[in-house]
């Protein structure tokens, strides 16, 4: 099983910034895993933000790219988000998911989210 615990989310105004945190643990987990960030806005359907393969390559939805990065820390075994230039729509719940493979269709695990709000 493998356990994602996702932490820094919270309140600021539009053009703030923000550092989220994922640590992944489990006997199962590995840091050959296929890293993503998910949100849901009030009303919306779970979009996939960010991913990060386990070489570093990375890709981005259209709505953050050049405002939001995606990395991670194989030794300490955390995914992160840098969200710059925040604005009221970004305003969600974020998710930290683990793909088994890239490429698969859906995330093998998730984490319970964090919530994060944008004031205008």
């Known amino acids: 099983q493998v356990k994602l615990v996702e932490s820094g989310g919270g309140s600021v105004q539009a053009g703030g910034s923000l550092r989220l945190s994922c640590a992944a643990s489990?006997?199962?987990?590995?840091?050959?895993?296929?890293m993503a960030w998910f949100r849901q806005a009030p009303g919306k359907e779970r979009e996939e933000v960010a991913t990060?393969?386990?070489?570093?390559?990375?890709s981005y939805a259209d709505s953050v790219k050049g405002r939001f990065t995606i990395s991670q820390d194989n030794a300490k075994s955390t995914l992160y988000l840098h969200m710059n230039v925040l604005k009221p729509e970004d305003t969600a719940i974020y998710y930290c998911?683990?793909?088994?493979?890239?490429?698969?269709?859906?995330?093998?695990?998730w984490g319970r989210g964090t919530l994060v709000t944008i004031s205008s």
């Open positions: 998911a683990a793909y088994r493979l890239c490429g698969l269709s859906r995330p093998s695990y």
């Open positions: 489990g006997p199962t987990y590995s840091s050959r895993y296929c």
């Open positions: 990060i393969s386990a070489d570093g390559r990375t």
